[in-house]
């Protein structure tokens, strides 16, 4: 076992999970269920104050530097409840005043009008998940929205007064080629969104399309041609790769998920929310709440809890830093290494060693180590080889 130097509680975040769609999309992996007629939303709100109480309780009143209220669909709740789930957490929580605020929206639950309610709700940030501008791939993804709810959802954005926007777009995807790739690409370029998600299509354990693989799915050449080809197009742009399916115009990086890369804490509330602690002498827990909304729900307003914490095996602090910033274009600093985990960079520096003399890492500057190129392309390998 290596031996533990100096931790630094890292910055905190909180995440928010939603967890009902209209429909469940057949690739998604998410802790998300089809919500049927009457999902019983308002009682979901109050069960997010109270397991927020809760997570104040938790943080030891650290700042919240960010929050996210992903899905699910968080957009399936009304401006007003989303309200209430922010004021729950300013309440609750020592929340920074420039927090930012991100919401997840499918483009098939937005409102015409709606979206401005959301900014004045409080939220600062919005994601859009559009995933393609092609009728026939949307159809196939089983997403629920056409080419056109994209193109008002992001025009309805601009006019609500969001000034940092994010648009989700997914490539190798069922019988999709080069030349459609490329024009789902070109189609969000025409938007010219401040951030864009770009990420390959992978058959998750436990969906639809794991358990019954559509035709048509780009097999390893062609997906990395065209992610080459669209990286590309984005960086000619004007948008910085900044981790491994992250673009964004100057400004506009995702804060929530950079402190999720750098190894940072989050706390979780929500039905199956995730969260990570690190306490003040330095040793870090993983818990989660019940993945069931209703089990969620009823444990929450009876105080029941079962969201006990377990903590991180110091073997393991390692390969979980390094799964996380090698995801990143700049990489990582030996002292937010040292910082973050408690080890000493001796601990790895073997790895390092070797992954350096495969092309796989290299030396940005001093004490700073960042992907290859290669090493992006062949990331997992690059990951593997810090597993204790």
């Not at 999902?39 to 927020?52: E, K």
């Not at 030891?60 to 004021?87: C, H, K, N, Y």
């Not at 602690?277 to 105080?303: F, H, M, Q, W």
């Not at 290494?337 to 003399?357: H, M, N, V, Y």
Request: aromatic letters at 10%.
């Amino acid at each position: 076992m290596p031996d533990r130097i100096d931790v630094k509680q890292p910055p905190l975040s909180l995440y928010v999970h939603f967890p009902w769609c209209v429909r469940k999309c057949p690739y998604c992996d998410f802790n998300s269920h089809r919500a049927g007629e009457n999902p019983p939303r308002d009682r979901y709100v109050a069960a997010l104050s109270v397991d927020l109480e809760r997570e104040g309780q938790r943080s030891g009143g650290r700042q919240v530097a960010t929050i996210f209220l992903g899905g699910g669909t968080p957009s399936f709740f009304t401006p007003d409840e989303i309200a209430e789930v922010i004021e729950a957490a300013t309440k609750h929580l020592l929340v920074s005043p420039d927090c930012e605020i991100t919401m997840e929206a499918n483009p098939g639950t937005i409102e015409r009008g709606s979206l401005a309610a959301y900014r004045k709700a409080g939220v600062t940030r919005l994601s859009i998940g559009a995933q393609s501008f092609d009728a026939n791939m949307l159809k196939v993804l089983g997403r629920i929205h056409d080419p056109d709810d994209i193109r008002s959802a992001y025009e309805e954005a601009c006019a609500a007064g969001f000034a940092s926007i994010n648009i989700d777009l997914m490539f190798a995807l069922p019988g999709q080629d080069l030349a459609g790739a490329v024009d789902d690409v070109n189609s969000v370029l025409m938007l010219a969104p401040p951030h864009i998600s770009y990420y390959q299509l992978t058959l998750e354990p436990n969906t639809v399309f794991y358990k019954r693989p559509p035709d048509g799915i780009p097999d390893d050449d062609l997906a990395w041609a065209i992610q080459e080809r669209c990286h590309d197009l984005l960086a000619a742009s004007g948008y910085l790769k900044y981790e491994i399916s992250a673009f964004a115009r100057e400004g506009h990086r995702c804060r929530h998920n950079l402190n999720y890369w750098t190894f940072g804490d989050y706390l979780a509330a929500g039905a199956g929310a995730h969260g990570k602690v690190t306490d003040r002498s330095g040793v870090a827990r993983r818990y989660r709440k019940s993945a069931n909304p209703v089990a969620y729900i009823e444990a929450a307003l009876s105080g029941q809890w079962q969201d006990a914490a377990a903590e991180i095996a110091v073997d393991d602090l390692g390969f979980e830093f390094m799964l996380n910033a090698l995801r990143l274009s700049d990489g990582f600093s030996e002292r937010d290494f040292c910082d973050r985990t408690g080890l000493d960079i001796e601990s790895i520096r073997e790895p390092i060693a070797k992954a350096r003399q495969d092309d796989l890492i290299e030396q940005s500057g001093p004490g700073h180590w960042r992907p290859t190129e290669t090493g992006f392309r062949f990331l997992n390998d690059l990951q593997a080889r810090f597993l204790p």
